[in-house]
């Protein structure tokens, strides 16, 4: 059984970094065409990909928001950890992890997902 | 803004058929990517419901079925039932200049 779960503040302030942990069991980020991947999802609004840090260590961002994001592996751990700077209060929301799978050529799915962590960037 | 497109609510009677469509381009669903589609209740975290455009995982009821067509992919629902009620996401790549993995706006299905 797959699972995955987010760590972190729930509450930052703007211009703060926001550190947060996907722990995970029941697979491993050393299978080919595995990945672990970072979505936000914003109060009453669609799911919005941040990050992807694959099998093999490459990484993917999301271009609008690159410059403001690292993701990083530790495999003995099993945990994925995914920073963002100067956080604003526009970045107000769920953050979820999931583990993704290749289903061809560059698109990887979301299997399954965190429950979710509220993160809200207040003053 | 998405680079995909759905309608914002569809709705039908207990055991009806639903369409939910997601419309792209050429630099995603036209360009052959795959697409996935996402259930999400109140409150909980979505939940995949087709991978590979037209695939179902384990446990998934058979009255859920996915398609593409050149630009566009289309989540079906036949049979609609109470719990079908919850909000539905479709999901791909692009390859131009936005996000890489891209979902839609959501589209609100409401058993009448």
């Known amino acids: 059984q797959i699972t995955l779960k987010e760590s972190g503040p729930t509450l930052v302030k703007p211009t703060q970094t926001l550190t947060l942990t996907c722990t995970f069991s029941?697979?491993?980020?050393?299978?080919?065409?595995?990945?672990v991947g970072w979505i936000r999802q914003p109060p009453g609004k669609a799911p919005e990909w941040l990050a992807l840090?694959?099998?093999?260590?490459?990484?993917r961002y999301s271009p609008s928001l690159k410059s403001r994001l690292t993701i990083t592996k530790d495999t003995s751990k099993n945990q994925v950890v995914l920073t963002m700077t100067n956080m604003d209060p526009v970045d107000t929301a769920t953050y979820y992890c999931?583990?993704?799978?290749?289903?061809?050529?560059?698109?990887?799915?979301?299997?399954?997902w965190g429950q979710g962590t509220l993160v809200t960037v207040s003053s | 803004q998405s680079v995909l497109t759905q309608p914002p609510s569809v709705s039908g009677a207990p055991g009806q058929r639903v369409t939910i469509s997601c419309t792209g381009s050429?630099?995603?669903?036209?360009?052959?990517?795959?697409v996935h589609w996402y259930q999400q209740l109140p409150g909980t975290a979505p939940k995949l419901l087709i991978f590979?455009?037209?695939n179902r995982p384990a446990g998934v009821p058979d009255r859920f079925s996915g398609s593409k067509y050149g630009t566009s992919a289309s989540l079906v629902i036949t049979g609609l039932q109470a719990e079908d009620e919850a909000d539905y996401y479709c999901?791909?790549?692009?390859?131009?200049?936005?996000?890489?993995?891209?979902f839609g706006p959501g589209t609100k299905v409401t058993v009448l």
């Open positions: 999931a583990h993704s799978i290749n289903s061809g050529s560059y698109t990887y799915y979301f299997e399954s």
């Open positions: 029941g697979f491993s980020l050393t299978t080919s065409e595995v990945g």
């Open positions: 840090i694959y099998w093999d260590a490459d990484k």
């Open positions: 050429s630099s995603n669903i036209g360009a052959g990517f795959d």
């Open positions: 590979g455009t037209t």
């Open positions: 999901q791909s790549y692009d390859s131009g200049l936005t996000d890489f993995h891209v």
